[in-house]
Protein backbone atom coordinates (compact mmCIF):
# COMPACT_ATOMS: atom_id res chain seq x y z
CA UNK A 1 0.00 0.00 0.00
CA UNK A 2 2.94 2.31 0.75
CA UNK A 3 4.66 1.58 -2.24
CA UNK A 4 1.24 2.57 -4.13
CA UNK A 5 0.92 5.77 -2.35
CA UNK A 6 4.41 6.47 -2.93
CA UNK A 7 4.44 5.77 -7.03
CA UNK A 8 1.48 8.86 -6.90
CA UNK A 9 3.69 10.82 -5.17
CA UNK A 10 6.53 10.08 -7.39
CA UNK A 11 3.40 10.76 -10.45
CA UNK A 12 2.22 13.94 -8.67
CA UNK A 13 5.96 15.62 -8.54
CA UNK A 14 6.98 14.47 -12.06
CA UNK A 15 3.64 15.95 -12.90
CA UNK A 16 4.07 18.83 -11.39
CA UNK A 17 7.81 19.43 -12.46
CA UNK A 18 6.92 18.38 -16.30
CA UNK A 19 4.33 20.76 -17.05
CA UNK A 20 4.91 22.12 -20.19
CA UNK A 21 3.54 24.66 -22.18
CA UNK A 22 2.91 24.54 -25.72
CA UNK A 23 6.16 25.90 -27.41
CA UNK A 24 6.16 28.82 -29.66
CA UNK A 25 4.58 28.95 -33.03
CA UNK A 26 6.11 31.57 -34.79
CA UNK A 27 9.15 33.63 -34.84
CA UNK A 28 7.68 36.76 -33.33
CA UNK A 29 6.84 34.71 -29.68
CA UNK A 30 9.75 32.87 -30.07
CA UNK A 31 11.79 36.77 -30.43
CA UNK A 32 9.48 37.72 -27.25
CA UNK A 33 10.03 34.53 -25.34
CA UNK A 34 13.95 35.35 -25.40
CA UNK A 35 13.62 39.46 -25.12
CA UNK A 36 11.71 38.24 -21.78
CA UNK A 37 14.22 35.83 -21.23
CA UNK A 38 17.29 38.74 -21.40
CA UNK A 39 15.27 40.96 -19.14
CA UNK A 40 14.25 38.25 -16.59
CA UNK A 41 18.42 37.44 -16.45
CA UNK A 42 19.70 40.84 -16.22
CA UNK A 43 16.92 40.93 -12.96
CA UNK A 44 17.48 37.94 -11.72
CA UNK A 45 21.81 38.51 -12.05
CA UNK A 46 20.48 41.48 -9.63
CA UNK A 47 19.16 39.56 -6.82
CA UNK A 48 15.24 39.76 -8.29
CA UNK A 49 14.17 36.40 -6.09
CA UNK A 50 10.84 36.30 -8.43
CA UNK A 51 13.17 37.03 -11.93
CA UNK A 52 15.00 33.97 -10.98
CA UNK A 53 11.89 31.65 -9.82
CA UNK A 54 10.81 33.00 -13.63
CA UNK A 55 13.81 31.59 -14.85
CA UNK A 56 13.67 28.64 -13.32
CA UNK A 57 9.75 27.89 -14.55
CA UNK A 58 10.54 28.74 -18.18
CA UNK A 59 13.43 26.44 -18.10
CA UNK A 60 11.20 23.45 -16.90
CA UNK A 61 7.87 24.55 -19.07
CA UNK A 62 9.42 26.33 -22.06
CA UNK A 63 12.00 24.29 -23.09
CA UNK A 64 11.81 20.96 -25.00
CA UNK A 65 13.06 18.88 -23.33
CA UNK A 66 13.40 20.71 -20.13
CA UNK A 67 16.49 21.84 -18.98
CA UNK A 68 16.31 20.64 -15.55
CA UNK A 69 19.79 21.65 -14.74
CA UNK A 70 19.40 25.23 -15.77
CA UNK A 71 15.76 24.96 -13.73
CA UNK A 72 17.63 23.73 -10.43
CA UNK A 73 20.53 26.63 -10.80
CA UNK A 74 17.72 29.26 -11.30
CA UNK A 75 15.26 27.78 -8.39
CA UNK A 76 18.53 27.00 -5.95
CA UNK A 77 19.64 30.74 -5.86
CA UNK A 78 16.10 31.78 -5.39
CA UNK A 79 15.63 29.31 -2.04
CA UNK A 80 18.65 30.16 -1.01
CA UNK A 81 16.66 33.88 -0.54
CA UNK A 82 13.98 31.80 1.15
CA UNK A 83 12.02 32.00 -1.57
CA UNK A 84 9.13 28.87 -0.70
CA UNK A 85 8.30 27.87 -4.00
CA UNK A 86 12.06 27.55 -5.53
CA UNK A 87 12.28 25.51 -2.29
CA UNK A 88 9.36 23.44 -3.37
CA UNK A 89 10.59 22.44 -6.45
CA UNK A 90 14.26 22.30 -5.83
CA UNK A 91 13.50 19.81 -3.29
CA UNK A 92 11.50 17.38 -6.21
CA UNK A 93 14.54 18.42 -8.06
CA UNK A 94 16.75 16.76 -5.42
CA UNK A 95 14.56 14.04 -4.82
CA UNK A 96 13.91 12.62 -8.22
CA UNK A 97 17.30 13.87 -9.57
CA UNK A 98 16.26 15.62 -12.20
CA UNK A 99 18.67 18.12 -13.36
CA UNK A 100 21.31 17.35 -10.05
CA UNK A 101 22.29 13.92 -8.75
CA UNK A 102 19.73 12.81 -6.52
CA UNK A 103 19.72 13.92 -3.03
CA UNK A 104 16.85 12.69 -0.73
CA UNK A 105 19.11 14.23 2.43
CA UNK A 106 19.40 17.53 0.56
CA UNK A 107 15.50 17.65 -0.77
CA UNK A 108 14.74 17.12 2.85
CA UNK A 109 16.75 19.88 4.06
CA UNK A 110 14.66 22.52 1.55
CA UNK A 111 11.24 20.80 2.37
CA UNK A 112 12.07 21.32 5.83
CA UNK A 113 12.20 25.16 5.17
CA UNK A 114 9.90 25.38 2.95
CA UNK A 115 7.41 23.54 5.55
CA UNK A 116 7.95 25.44 8.42
CA UNK A 117 7.59 28.36 6.24
CA UNK A 118 3.98 27.24 5.75
CA UNK A 119 4.20 25.20 2.48
CA UNK A 120 1.80 22.50 2.23
CA UNK A 121 3.82 20.53 -0.49
CA UNK A 122 6.60 20.40 1.19
CA UNK A 123 4.59 19.00 4.46
CA UNK A 124 3.27 16.37 2.48
CA UNK A 125 6.55 16.01 0.99
CA UNK A 126 8.42 15.45 4.21
CA UNK A 127 5.72 13.15 5.76
CA UNK A 128 6.38 10.86 2.24
CA UNK A 129 10.11 10.97 3.20
CA UNK A 130 9.74 9.79 6.36
CA UNK A 131 7.23 7.01 5.37
CA UNK A 132 9.95 5.75 3.08
CA UNK A 133 12.71 6.54 5.39
CA UNK A 134 14.30 8.55 2.03
CA UNK A 135 16.65 10.70 3.06
CA UNK A 136 16.04 10.51 6.45
CA UNK A 137 15.48 8.03 9.11
CA UNK A 138 12.25 5.73 8.56
CA UNK A 139 9.58 7.12 11.21
CA UNK A 140 5.68 6.44 10.90
CA UNK A 141 5.54 8.92 13.64
CA UNK A 142 7.16 11.65 12.02
CA UNK A 143 5.49 10.36 8.82
CA UNK A 144 2.28 10.70 10.26
CA UNK A 145 2.90 14.06 11.89
CA UNK A 146 3.84 15.65 8.67
CA UNK A 147 1.13 14.26 6.90
CA UNK A 148 -1.84 15.58 9.63
CA UNK A 149 -0.09 18.67 9.01
CA UNK A 150 -0.32 19.14 5.42
CA UNK A 151 -3.69 17.77 5.70
CA UNK A 152 -4.78 20.40 8.51
CA UNK A 153 -3.41 23.35 5.91
CA UNK A 154 -5.74 21.34 3.67
CA UNK A 155 -3.92 18.57 1.56
CA UNK A 156 -6.61 15.76 1.40
CA UNK A 157 -4.00 13.32 -0.16
CA UNK A 158 -2.12 14.08 2.91
CA UNK A 159 -4.93 12.82 4.68
CA UNK A 160 -5.50 9.89 2.62
CA UNK A 161 -2.15 8.54 2.51
CA UNK A 162 -1.78 9.27 6.21
CA UNK A 163 -4.90 7.05 6.85
CA UNK A 164 -4.63 4.85 4.10
CA UNK A 165 -0.69 3.59 4.82
CA UNK A 166 0.69 5.19 7.68
CA UNK A 167 -1.81 5.21 10.39
CA UNK A 168 -2.13 1.19 9.86
CA UNK A 169 0.94 0.67 11.09
CA UNK A 170 0.91 2.28 13.75
CA UNK A 171 0.32 1.33 17.72
CA UNK A 172 -2.07 3.89 19.14
CA UNK A 173 0.66 4.92 21.54
CA UNK A 174 2.92 5.97 18.18
CA UNK A 175 -0.01 7.99 17.24
CA UNK A 176 -0.89 9.67 20.29
CA UNK A 177 2.87 11.06 20.09
CA UNK A 178 2.86 12.10 16.87
CA UNK A 179 -0.24 14.15 17.76
CA UNK A 180 1.80 15.57 20.42
CA UNK A 181 4.52 16.18 17.76
CA UNK A 182 1.88 18.02 15.30
CA UNK A 183 0.64 20.54 18.36
CA UNK A 184 4.31 21.30 18.58
CA UNK A 185 5.28 21.76 15.18
CA UNK A 186 2.58 23.23 14.18
CA UNK A 187 3.13 26.16 16.70
CA UNK A 188 6.58 26.48 14.56
CA UNK A 189 5.17 27.20 11.34
CA UNK A 190 5.38 30.55 9.95
CA UNK A 191 1.53 31.95 8.95
Known amino acids: MLNKIFK ?6 IFFIFVIINNA ?3 QEIRDLEKSINELTAEANQGNVDAQYSLGRIALENKNPPDHSGAAYWFRIAA ?10 LGALLFSGLGVP ?4 EAYIWWKKAALSGSVKAQASLGVLYALGSGVEKSSIHAYKWLTIAAF ?3 K ?4 QRDESVALQMTADEIRTAQQLVEETIKNIKK
Open 80 to 89: ESNHIESQEI
Open 25 to 27: SNS
Open 8 to 13: KFIFCK
Open 102 to 105: PNPK
Open 153 to 155: FGN
Open 157 to 160: NAQV
